[in-house]
């Protein structure tokens, strides 16, 4: 049946719903978007249609092409790994700044999503949790410029890749018992255990996509 858009801005509301269906891979990449279809399916005209995919290719979701459909973009490994380089530098600098912030209850809320990730086998929600902790971590930091650009880097292009790792099985439990540990020393105000725990972490997390998706290049060649 369509899915009726009946609620907010139209355009706003099919990119979200295209935005889900492709991260959470319902839409796999390579595949062509066809917009007559889709604005059946929502009962739209094709105008908000074109407008969503607009805005899904400026997040860099998906590839316009002239006089054919849009296609699912794949991930470019290159960029994800440039992204990680960017927040492994920045990453342990915001967060020596914050470890003497944190208070009792900031701690206790990066607890509380670490151990909301530990119980959950969503896929779609232990990607938001992961996102969720970094921030949390970072928070209190007074390196407000580099918490910006730290932020920047979590967009659709770097949330579509940590969802393959998830959604591939690939040590599933691993972030958050890496997590665990890097809140553990925050919470015992050792600064330099945390920052290399951190620096490891997201290491470990370029390993994870780069050996995903380079298996998942593999499977499209």
Same mark, same amino acid.
């Given at each position: ?44 005209? +094709?105008?908000?249609? =074109?407008? @969503? /995919?607009?805005?899904? *290719?400026? !997040?860099?979701? $998906? %590839?316009?092409?002239?006089?054919? #459909? ?12 440039? +992204?990680?380089?960017? =927040?492994? @530098? /920045?990453?342990?600098? *915001?967060? !020596?700044?914050? $470890? %003497?912030?944190?208070?009792?209850? #900031? ?115």
């Amino acid at each position: 049946m369509p899915q009726l858009i009946q609620y907010g801005d139209g355009p706003r509301a099919i990119c979200a719903n295209l935005r889900k269906r492709i991260l959470s891979g319902q839409i796999s990449w390579g595949s062509e978007l066809k917009i007559q279809a889709l604005a059946e399916e929502f009962g739209v005209s +094709i105008m908000p249609v =074109r407008e @969503a /995919l607009r805005m899904l *290719a400026t !997040e860099g979701l $998906i %590839e316009m092409r002239p006089r054919r #459909s849009p296609l699912v973009s794949m991930p470019d490994i290159g960029e994800i790994l440039e +992204i990680n380089e960017i =927040r492994q @530098a /920045l990453e342990p600098m *915001a967060l !020596e700044s914050a $470890i %003497e912030r944190h208070t009792k209850k #900031s701690l206790t809320a990066c607890r509380r999503i670490v151990d909301a990730d530990r119980a959950c086998s969503d896929p779609g929600k232990k990607v938001e949790l992961n996102c969720k902790f970094h921030k949390s971590l970072l928070a209190p930091s007074a390196k407000t410029r580099f918490l910006s650009t730290i932020e920047a880097q979590y967009g659709a292009i770097s949330l579509f890749a940590h969802y393959l790792v998830v959604r591939e099985n690939f040590v599933i439990g691993m972030p958050h018992f890496e997590h665990e540990a890097i809140l553990g020393a925050v919470e015992k105000r050792d600064a330099a255990t945390a920052l290399e725990l951190l620096q490891q972490h997201i290491r470990h997390s370029s390993e994870r996509l780069r050996k995903v998706l380079d298996i998942r290049k593999t499977d499209a060649a």
